[in-house]
């Protein structure tokens, strides 16, 4: 049986004044199921715990957790990168067993950029092709301006 969500924590990095950067967090969808598969652990279940296996001994600041469905259940596996004050994004067509190494590189990536925007340049192939959405920082910031109606 899947959890319904598990957080796997690396330890954030700071800045050159030793002030805390804001953590990248990676969702993925442990619900995806690739259409060809008969595995009776999901493929979206799979990609998390390759990428929970491939953050071991690394020193990088991203947060993993998963989530049952990002609603992009098409385009599987699905993750979603996030951080406060930072766009979000979300892609898709991901597989579970060779995505890992892309998926942290881009949230590398997005973790350096201080409003979540990768140049085009620098994204990797698979962020080309696969990204779905992004979602302005205002939706995932804790200062969200006060309504005046
Ligand atoms: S099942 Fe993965 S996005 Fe819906």
Redesign the pocket.
């Known amino acids: 049986m899947l959890a319904a969500a598990r957080a796997h924590s690396i330890a954030p990095s700071s800045t050159k004044d030793g002030e805390r950067m804001a953590e990248t967090t990676i969702y993925v969808?442990?619900?995806?199921?690739a259409a060809d598969d008969t595995s009776e652990i999901r493929a979206?279940a799979r990609l998390l715990a390759a990428l929970e296996n491939s953050l071991i001994d690394r020193p990088q600041s991203v947060r993993l957790e998963g989530v049952?469905?990002?609603?992009?259940?098409k385009?599987?596996?699905?993750v979603a990168f996030a951080s406060p004050g930072k766009w979000t994004y979300v892609y898709?067509d991901f597989t579970a067993e060779t995505a890992p190494e892309t998926i942290l590189a881009g949230a590398e990536l997005y973790s350096a950029a201080d409003d979540g925007l990768i140049p085009w340049k620098m994204r990797p192939d698979a962020l080309k092709k696969g990204v779905i959405a992004r979602l302005p920082p205002s939706l995932t910031s804790p200062s969200l301006p006060e309504k005046t109606s």
Do not use: D, M, N, Q
Request: charged letters at 20%; glycine letters at 12%.
């Open positions: 969808c442990t619900t995806c199921r979206g049952e469905c990002l609603s992009v259940c385009r599987p596996c699905t898709g």
